[in-house]
């Protein structure tokens, strides 16, 4: 196993020496080549994420039941002067309160996984307090795995058929029986469907940028792709799950490529020529 996972890095190497990516100037599309390609997440925006509302909504009430005593005036000054309106000022506050929450838990998704990855280049690497969960269930899944890292952070890219998009896998692994393993990882608070078409969209970019293995040595194993949700708590459980019917996922994702690029086009409706009467 470790030779063919060792010819696997040596394979995986060499195609991103050859195919170096980028990020376009405002950082929401990968550059390669001389070709823009459309974020996998960026995509599936297309999705409406109900649960993600709720949680936005619920922040700015709990916003608000926490904090309306530090906005409180008397009532004239509200109604005799517009311009000191305390009740505007909380709700405006109010309305941001998820966007503060959400950045500062992206900060600790972000610094988690910088860390992980570091972890794989040195093991040695100093380990802050905050972040001992996410390592110490990381490192037992990974021994108890038995899984082989070929890469980290790597980027994965398709382009067929008018359809283009590109994302990162946080770790790409050999398994036990020789099966390529898509891992991503999460700190959020659950593992949401949406993931498994995110999954979907790094299989079909491996595919196509590695020719369903073949060509990097891995002839006819299959392809699994796992999401991995790490705990930030001492004594939190790793939670993982398999993403199932991979293929039924991969053209479930295609369908929400076409939607997006149908969104973003502007040839909805034909062009008629103006009534000369008007």
Known sequence: MNSVANDLRKNIS?????????????????????VEYPRVTGILGIIDKYGLRTWAMNQALDYIRNNRQHYSLPRYYIEDDKSVNDMETMLLDASKAHEEKRDTAADYGTEAHALLQQLTLDENTGIPEKFAPVVDAWQEWMDESGMQILSTEQTLHYNKDGIRFAGTADLICLDKDFNVVIVDYKTGARIYPEYALQMA???LGMQDCWGKRKDVGVGAADIKAVVMRLPKEEGGKLEYKEVDNLDQQEEAFLHAAHLKLWQSGRNKWKRTMRNKYE
């Open 201 to 203: 969209a790094y299989s």
């Open 14 to 34: 060499y195609f991103n020496e050859c195919n170096p990516v980028s990020l376009n100037n405002k950082g929401d599309r990968y550059v390669i080549g001389d």
